[in-house]
Nanobody, 120 residues
């Protein structure tokens, strides 16, 4: 069962925009942090942005001012609005989420990845 489903990737020209979505399965009942990572060919996966259950956000310096992360707790969904895209943003983007069970165990989840290609 896929528990984080991503969508919204695609091909866009430099300067364009995309909005990524990541919807969590209903089996994840209480999500703490949700994050977006990305991985370009030949590079390690890097943190792009994160958001807590309370709405606090953080961004990688390379995307700050261009990307916005948000979440809809009622829908168990996190978004990444990407504006002013650059070729260096080309990567596979992965959604991350974690949650605590009622017994206190931390579970982590990863999306399947969605391709973002910024090219003219």
């Amino acid at each position: 069962q896929v528990q984080l489903v991503e969508s919204g990737g695609g091909l866009v020209q430099p300067g364009g925009s995309l909005r990524l979505s990541c919807a969590a399965s209903r089996v994840i009942f209480s999500i703490n942090v949700m994050r977006w990572y990305r991985q370009a060919p030949g590079k390690e996966r890097e943190l792009v942005a994160g958001i807590t259950s309370g709405g606090s956000t953080n961004y990688a310096g390379s995307v700050k001012g261009r990307f916005t992360i948000s979440r809809d707790n009622a829908k168990n969904t996190v978004y990444l609005q990407m504006n002013s895209l650059k070729p260096e943003d080309t990567a596979v983007y992965y959604c991350y989420a974690d949650s605590n069970t009622y017994t206190g165990r931390l579970n982590i989840y990863w999306g399947q990845g969605t391709q973002v290609i910024v090219s003219s």
